[in-house]
């Protein structure tokens, strides 16, 4: 038995119905890490991802297909269905294709089977390894929360910098449970701005600074800093919202580089992965409220 860190926030008013996937697969540690964080922060969590690591996958799709081998870390036999779940704990649940698809077929048939309708929010991650910037285009973290978002699902990619491929069924590193508390802290934040949550066809990719044994040990630790995910151009690129005194937000480049504990937030467009403009970025400003800081 594990024991979470205490959240920075308590707990929302309202608790919604989310479906949660990845691109590193239904059994890695991370995927799992959230699932319980949100859970204990009394959200309904249904988990619909690979079978295997989906990595760089993008926003592929194809038709799941029956396992020719196990799934990840032994996580199910070979020959297994195309689509399946944990018997001990059926919102677990696997699909034998890409992000996308995993993502896809979590919002039309694994949703309806726990919620009685589609999810009210959609998470992925958290990703093993950062995704920021050019690398948005070929997460299928990202994927899977950009098609989410593009079906009318709000949604957030979640990524650490800190990790490797870890199996749920070992002993959990530490982490893994910070990145998933504050993945938990965020959420509860969009969540009670209260509905839509985000604007229509938005995602939001967050990024988790790195984690050791002596540096960033609590989510406590940690800061959460507006971002764009695509370095501006000089004299071409539209101003941002205006914050921390500043119409250019930093990058999430420039977060990921600075010296503490940072969690860039960016704000995007689902059919693009670009920048939303200063308008969305705005909205979204004003929702996330005291959860933001500025970069020294």
């Known amino acids: 038995m594990h024991f979470h860190i205490l959240a920075i926030f308590p707990l929302v008013a309202s608790a919604v119905n989310i479906i949660s996937s990845n691109d590193d697969g239904w059994a890695e540690v991370n995927i799992r890490a959230l699932f319980e964080s949100l859970g204990a922060a009394g959200h309904s969590v249904v988990v619909s991802a690979p079978a295997e690591n989906q990595s ?65 929010l959609a998470v992925a991650g958290p990703n093993v390894g950062k995704n920021i910037g050019l690398t948005v285009y070929i997460s299928g973290t990202v994927g899977a929360t950009t098609y989410a978002a593009h079906a009318g699902i709000p949604a957030i990619a979640f990524s650490g910098a800190t990790g490797s491929q870890t199996s749920w069924n070992i002993t959990r590193p530490h982490y893994s449970n910070i990145y998933a508390d504050l993945a938990t802290n965020l959420t509860n934040q969009v969540v009670a701005a209260g509905k839509p949550y985000l604007p229509n066809d938005v995602w939001l990719n967050v990024n988790f600074g790195k984690v050791s044994d002596s540096r960033c040990t609590n989510p406590a630790d940690f800061s959460f800093v507006l971002s764009r995910i695509h370095i501006a151009l000089p004299f071409i690129t539209p101003d941002d919202v205006t914050t921390c005194g500043r119409s250019r937000l930093p990058s999430e480049l420039e977060v990921s580089l600075a010296s503490g504990c940072y969690a860039s937030v960016s704000v995007g467009m689902a059919a693009s992965k670009s920048d939303a403009n200063a308008t969305i970025q705005g909205a979204v400003l004003k929702n996330l409220g005291n959860l933001l800081t500025c970069l020294p």
């Open 56 to 120: 760089g996958t993008g926003s592929k799709q194809k038709t799941p297909t029956v396992l020719t081998g196990p799934c990840e870390f032994n996580s199910c036999p070979s020959g297994s269905p195309a689509v399946g779940f944990n018997s001990s704990e059926p919102r677990l649940g696997y699909v034998n294709s890409y992000p996308v698809t995993s993502m896809k077929y979590g919002i039309d048939s694994r949703a309806p089977q726990f919620f009685n309708g589609p999810p009210d």
